[in-house]
């Protein structure tokens, strides 16, 4: 090699920067949050012990919504809080420009973290040319890029067969049950509030040392209205827990707690895991009917809908342990047994 050929070869000889260590699987762990529940996820992530990453979310003048995430997780597993609470729309849409956008920065895994699944009760057809927008959804979160969604109390359990990605289905009952057991109430009864919550109530009554149960027969005669008709079971001079996945216009339960009350139970008690809390739910509510309403902070309550009897219980190391568990690759079930 002559000296020219050497200074031409020194002259284009590229600098190689070492190749960085692969992350271990702890450090792929990425949380991000939604608009709908800003205060829930910042309590994820203090379980975690990581914070929440930087995202950019914005609305255009017409109404679009923008999001742009600020690092980078090429790689990573990526964990998407958003409950699909009111204003309902905004909210699941949000969730879904979230999900595109990881799948674009190159995410390794998106999975939806749905606190509380909007339009989950229109899980099947009742009348002619209705949507099954339970489905609907499920489409949409699948299409978006979503590997994976973890979600509480669904409305309907067949709503996880709704997916053909996995789908890891939570309950918010282990912590209400930890806090009506501190309370050491005496003759406990738990009501269903209508036949198709039977199940539920049944699995709550167990775990309170096997309570006996009761069922408040209903009619619903059109959305958000229906009829209270008498109750099934003895309830009489009894402590009624009355038992829902969720309490909307809080017209079901009330009245059933009326019927309780006239049908001579000590005391009722409300407890849902979702609280949606539509007009006129805190009238219902706050009535003097309930000792106590328990919900969770699945959906935010503003303070406007506040009021005395109502206890709010957090859920956020419930989905933290559950996201790590996730992570790791162990098991779920084990939490609720």
Not at 49 to 60: A, T, Y
Request: proline share 5%; aromatic share 6%.
């Amino acid at each position: 090699m002559n000296a020219l050929q050497s200074a031409v070869l020194s002259s284009t000889t590229l600098t190689v920067q070492p190749i960085p260590p692969v992350l271990p699987d702890n450090n792929r762990l990425r949380l991000f949050s939604g608009s709908a529940n800003l205060t829930l996820s910042q309590e994820v992530a203090r379980y975690l012990g990581i914070d929440l990453g930087p995202m950019i979310r914005k609305r255009f003048a017409d109404g679009e919504l923008y999001v742009q995430i600020q690092e980078s997780i090429r790689g990573c597993d990526v964990y998407l809080i958003q409950p699909s609470c009111q204003p309902v729309n905004d909210h699941l849409m949000e969730l879904l420009i979230m999900i595109d956008a990881c799948r674009r920065a190159s995410a390794r895994q998106v999975t939806a973290v749905i606190p509380y699944y909007g339009y989950a009760r229109a899980d099947r057809k009742t009348a002619g040319r209705e949507s099954i927008t339970a489905k609907l959804v499920a489409n949409l979160i699948t299409q978006a890029g979503a590997n994976r969604v973890l979600a509480m109390d669904l409305h309907a359990a067949q709503i996880q067969g709704y997916f053909d990605i996995p789908f890891d289905h939570v309950y918010g009952s282990p912590v209400i049950l930890d806090y009506l057991i501190s309370k050491e109430l005496q003759d406990i009864v738990v009501v269903s509030p209508d036949v198709g919550g039977v199940a539920r109530a049944r699995a709550f009554a167990k775990k309170l040392n096997d309570a006996p149960l009761a069922i408040i027969d209903k009619r619903r005669q059109a959305h958000n209205v229906a009829e209270v008709l008498n109750v099934i079971g003895d309830v009489r001079g009894k402590t009624a827990i009355l038992v829902d996945d969720m309490i909307d216009t809080g017209g079901t339960i009330s009245e059933g707690a009326k019927l309780l009350r006239q049908e001579g139970a000590s005391q009722v008690y409300a407890c849902a895991t979702h609280a949606v809390f539509s007009p006129p739910a805190i009238e219902r509510l706050s009535s003097g009917v309930f000792e106590e309403v328990i919900v969770t902070n699945t959906i935010p309550i503003p303070e406007a809908n506040r009021f005395p009897q109502l206890v709010t219980l957090s859920v956020a190391n419930l989905l933290g342990e559950a996201i790590w568990r996730i992570h790791e690759d162990t098991s779920l079930s084990s939490l609720f047994r």
